[in-house]
C-alpha cells in the first residue's frame, strides 16, 4: 500500500514529477502551436502558387485542375508520411484550389 505521508496527497518527489511533465507538456504543445503557425503560412502561400497556377492553366484554354499532377502530389505526401500523407495532401489540394 502507499503511503500517502501525513497530509494524505503522496510523495513531494512524485507531486515534483507530475508538475516537471506538465510542464514539459505546455512546453511541447507551444512548439506544436509554432509549427501550426508555420504550416499553415506555408498552406496559404501554397495556396497563392496555386492559383496563380491556375489562371495560367485557364488563361490558356487548359482545366484549372490536373488529375495526374493531384496524384504525383498525393503520392509524394504517401511516400513521405505513411498512408495518411495522402489524406493531408488530399485536404492541401482542395484547400489550395481556391473553391469555395
Do not use: F
Request: net charge positive; with cysteine; glycine share 8%.
Amino acid at each position: 500500500m502507499p503511503s500517502h505521508g501525513a497530509n494524505g496527497r503522496g510523495d513531494v518527489g512524485t507531486r515534483l514529477a507530475s508538475v516537471a511533465r506538465m510542464t514539459d507538456v505546455v512546453a511541447l504543445r507551444a512548439r506544436i502551436d509554432e509549427l501550426d503557425t508555420r504550416l499553415l503560412e506555408l498552406v496559404r502561400e501554397r495556396r497563392e502558387v496555386s492559383r496563380e497556377i491556375q489562371a495560367v492553366r485557364t488563361a490558356a484554354g487548359d482545366t484549372t485542375v490536373s488529375p495526374a499532377r493531384e496524384q504525383q502530389i498525393r503520392q509524394a505526401y504517401a511516400d513521405a508520411l505513411g498512408e495518411h500523407g495522402a489524406d493531408l495532401a488530399a485536404a492541401v489540394l482542395v484547400v489550395c484550389r481556391g473553391r469555395h
